[in-house]
């Protein structure tokens, strides 16, 4: 069983940066795939970047291309969402998912069997 913390969500305006920070405990970090994901109010869960357990192959959606990394340490057990140029319609609650039975960076919110209980990012304008 994997337990995923977020932190590093505030407050931030339109055209800065932010970090977010997935700390994961109790399992074999190394085997999973890793992805975030976020939820606008009135909207459903959307993906946004996914990385494999290696760290070579990334995916990320469409509208954050250019401007959003991923990244993980597997020595630290932790994987990493660096936002620039951030938007106002970035504005969600971004969570960090894991994923121990499909290869790859998957994009699909079902390809995810673990998650944290989110942080919240708002971006104003």
């Known amino acids: 069983q994997v337990q995923l913390v977020e932190s590093g969500g505030r407050l931030v305006q339109a055209g800065g940066s932010l970090r977010l920070s997935c700390a994961a405990s109790g399992g074999t970090f190394t085997i999973y795939a890793m992805g975030w994901f976020r939820q606008a109010p009135g909207k459903e869960r959307e993906f946004v970047a996914a990385?494999?357990?290696?760290?070579?192959?990334?995916n990320y959606e469409n509208s954050v291309k250019g401007r959003f990394a991923i990244s993980r340490d597997n020595a630290k057990n932790t994987v990493s969402l660096q936002m620039n140029s951030l938007k106002p319609e970035d504005t969600a609650v971004y969570y960090c998912a894991a994923t121990n039975w499909v290869i790859g960076a998957p994009t699909g919110i079902g390809n995810y069997n673990y998650w944290g209980q989110g942080t919240q990012v708002a971006v104003s304008s």
């Open positions: 990385i494999n357990y290696s760290g070579t192959s990334t």
